[in-house]
């Protein structure tokens, strides 16, 4: 493993460099054998450290890191990503010296105007935490740690989805898109007519995380992805969508229409997992 790190120096400039060792490399840095610039500079922390796959990548993002403005660098360090950063993990700094946390714990962070710390974890099994401008990095080590557990195991439950339903190329993609507006609409038609609903509108989208949703206006939205799951699933999804024209939240009523139609929704339900 490759990792880009910025550096923090006493006179508080930055030096970016890449490490297989960030513990060994830091010790080189403080004693003055690391590199001229931080031997003059005196070496203090890591304020950011990012893993790559291979020493290609991780050179590309150290180029890429060198070419920014001292301003657009401290932006990088509080989160908000000057640079686009997919394909490097951002790896918590909770030890002495700003050493890496937990192999884990490595996260994509989001900086924004919230007041509370957010872990959820993508369609890519990538842990993606949101948290307030002035949260520091020990904070969200420890918020982390404190939800090890959950994260371990929604991790592990979406490389299983991953590998069930891999991400298909451009031909069954197109497939699957030509299938959702074949079967989709119709089984809206089928179930509406039973519930006596009918849809603003019906739209087939790309959607990653959501199999369908049903806005304000009742127009209801399905991701082609729910192509790739069984009969039995696709009609849960089509009810669960037509039940919110009715009752727009999850309360015991929204369920118990589901209910109405169909019985076993929670195997169904399940399917989906």
């Known amino acids: 493993m490759y990792y880009v790190y910025l550096l923090r120096c006493a006179d508080g400039t930055l030096y970016t460099g890449i490490t297989t060792d960030p513990a060994r490399r830091l010790a080189e840095h403080r004693s003055g054998h690391g590199a001229k610039y931080t031997a003059a500079h005196a070496a203090v922390r890591f304020e950011g450290l990012f893993s790559a796959p291979d020493r290609a990548a991780a050179s590309r993002l150290e180029y890429r890191i060198k070419q920014l403005a001292r301003e657009d660098k401290e932006r990088l360090l509080r989160g908000e990503a000057p640079l686009d950063l997919a394909g490097y993990d951002r790896v918590p700094l909770a030890g002495e010296g700003g050493l890496p946390g937990p192999e884990n714990a490595r996260y994509r962070l989001i ?41 371990a195991v929604h991790r592990e439950k979406q490389r299983t989805r991953a590998a069930a339903h891999p991400e298909p190329d451009d031909a069954a993609r197109a497939a699957l898109i030509a299938r959702a507006k074949e079967v989709l609409p119709a089984r809206v038609a089928f179930y509406g007519a039973r519930m006596g609903l009918r849809p ?19 127009r209801i939205c399905f991701s082609w992805r729910l192509m790739q799951y069984p009969p039995e699933a696709v009609d849960y999804v089509v009810v669960h969508e037509l039940a919110h024209i009715v009752h727009k939240n999850h309360g015991k009523p929204f369920y118990a229409l589901i209910a109405s139609i169909l019985p076993d929704w929670r195997a169904r339900q399940a399917l989906l997992r």
Do not use: M, N, Q, Y
Request: net charge positive.
């Open 200 to 218: 603003a509108a019906v739209t087939i989208t790309g959607a990653r995380k959501r199999f369908g949703s049903c806005s304000g206006r009742d």
């Open 111 to 151: 900086r924004s105007a919230r007041r509370t710390l957010s872990a959820e974890i993508t369609a890519a099994g990538e842990v993606l935490v949101r948290a307030p401008f002035a949260c520091g990095d020990a904070e969200i080590a420890r918020f982390l740690g404190a939800h090890a557990r959950w994260i």
